[in-house]
């Protein structure tokens, strides 16, 4: 049972928009601004993609962008294209001594 | 450019005891701190462990305290974790991870990972 929920899947057409949540608690994702979101290909490292709700590291396209409301985080990825294909998970920072929860990630499939 | 290379995964029997390691280059590696994150097979990700660059804060999810151990030399920028009483639920894709710096805890680079299974 992971702390975050994610759903399952996710699905859309190349140049469509998607939108992946994450619902935490008052706890995680409500209390802080320290949410972030990885990507993962198959058979591959995690690679972080947004970070502090909605910055990006140098280097991650611009299709990206996260965003926060009350206890439930976002990653909005616009223009899909077929490398976009992969699982995503979002993370929370929760006390000291819990330094990272994380969702249970996310299917995307392009379709 | 960064590169993170974890080694000594294996097969280990339940209650035995793995050190796994991860070499580190491309960064001032005494500035950052670590973190360990794992990966059961077809599962999610799980923060496991963290280390500041000194080694002088460290902290352990609780599945894993008490029974698992991380270190770092600087010297050698390596960073380690120590597996004691080892459980098949251990059984996993174990990943070093560079923290980013600054507020929060970020993963910005990560290693290939190293695969360890506990069986009997």
């Known amino acids: 049972q992971s702390a975050l929920t994610q759903s399952a899947s996710v699905s859309g057409s190349p140049g469509q928009s998607i939108t992946i949540s994450c619902t935490g608690t008052s706890s995680d994702v409500g209390g802080y601004n320290y949410v972030s979101w990885y990507q993962q290909h198959p058979g591959k490292a995690p690679k972080l993609i947004i970070y502090d709700v909605n910055n990006r590291p140098s280097g991650v396209s611009n299709r990206f962008s996260g965003s926060k409301s009350a206890n439930t985080a976002s990653l909005t990825i616009s223009g899909l294209q077929a490398e976009d294909e992969a699982d995503y998970y979002c993370s929370s920072y929760k006390r000291t001594n819990i330094l990272a929860v994380f969702g249970g990630g996310t299917k995307l499939t392009v379709l | 450019e960064v590169h993170l290379v974890e080694s000594g995964g294996g097969l280990v029997q339940p209650g035995g005891s793995l050190r796994v390691s991860c070499a580190a280059s491309g960064f001032t590696f005494t500035t950052y701190s670590m973190h360990w994150v794992r990966q059961a097979p077809g599962k999610g990700l799980e923060w496991i462990s963290y280390?500041?660059?000194?080694?002088?804060?460290?902290y352990y999810a609780d599945s894993v305290k008490g029974r698992f151990t991380i270190s770092r030399d600087n010297a050698k920028n390596s960073v380690y974790l120590q597996m004691s009483s080892l459980r098949a639920e251990d059984t996993a894709v174990y990943y070093c991870a560079k923290d980013r710096g600054g507020t929060g805890y970020y993963f910005d680079y990560w290693g290939q990972g190293t695969l360890l299974t506990v069986s009997s």
């Open positions: 280390i500041s660059g000194e080694s002088t804060t460290i």
